[in-house]
């Protein structure tokens, strides 16, 4: 049985910081892409940023520069840093690896 475990959401002033962290099993985190996606009040799900097996990242524009997605592999661990966080960036964030969610954490950016 596949389970990611997600944890870090909050509720944070604008421009302040958080991390989130998914723990992902061993049988499916070395070999696959790791995902981060949000989902915001009345909008669609949307991709937010990626790391391959190589390392290799990708952001989408609204986050480009603000996002850090990173994986610790002796943990089997995946991150997103999120820096200078904005009240747009309010969504449940998710982490999905191939058909696996985990159950979405919670971050509000509200003063």
């Known amino acids: 049985q596949v389970q990611l475990v997600e944890s870090g959401g909050g509720l944070v002033q604008p421009g302040g910081s958080l991390r989130l962290t998914c723990t992902v099993p061993e049988s499916i985190f070395a070999n696959n892409i790791i995902n981060w996606f949000r989902q915001a009040p009345g909008k669609q799900r949307e991709l937010v940023a990626f790391?391959?097996?190589?390392?290799?990242?990708m952001y989408v524009d609204p986050v480009k520069g603000r996002f850090t997605i990173s994986r610790d592999n002796a943990k089997n661990t995946v991150y997103l840093e999120m820096n200078n966080l904005k009240p747009e960036d309010t969504a449940v964030y998710y982490c999905r690896v191939i058909q696996y969610w985990g159950q979405g954490t919670q971050v509000t950016v509200s003063s």
């Open positions: 790391i391959t097996s190589g390392g290799s990242t």
